[in-house]
Nanobody, 115 residues
Framework: QVQLVESGGGLAQAGGSLRLSCAASGIIFGMSVMSWYRQAPGKQREFVAA???????DYANSVKGRFTISRDNAKNTVYLQMDSLNPEDTAVYYCRVVIRVADYWGQGTQVTVSS
């Protein structure tokens, strides 16, 4: 069974950094596109970043240049390095993988950025 477990959230000050991790199991990790999404209070869940099987990446415009997604296939883990955080980054961050037509999400990790 597929499991995605996020960690690394917490409280940061504006301008600070956090690093999120998502450990995956039950999938062929090296063949999976891994992505991060976030949902702020009262808003829809939105795409943040994705890393493809070859290592190429994609980012939402709002985080480009500040966030870096990466993967470690040996550890079945995807990371999200978040720098230059601002209060608008406050949200629950989710890891996501799509396997064929099935959509899997982690439980989410809270990131709160204070001004």
């Amino acid at each position: 069974q597929v499991q995605l477990v996020e960690s690394g959230g917490g409280l940061a000050q504006a301008g600070g950094s956090l690093r999120l991790s998502c450990a995956a199991s039950g999938i062929i990790f090296g063949m999976s596109v891994m992505s991060w999404y976030r949902q702020a209070p009262g808003k829809q869940r939105e795409f943040v970043a994705a890393v493809y099987t070859g290592g190429s990446t994609d980012y939402a415009n709002s985080v480009k240049g500040r966030f870096t997604i990466s993967r470690d296939n040996a550890k079945n883990t995807v990371y999200l390095q978040m720098d230059s955080l601002n209060p608008e980054d406050t949200a629950v961050y989710y890891c996501r993988v799509v396997i064929r037509v099935a959509d899997y999400w982690g439980q989410g990790t809270q990131v709160t950025v204070s001004s």
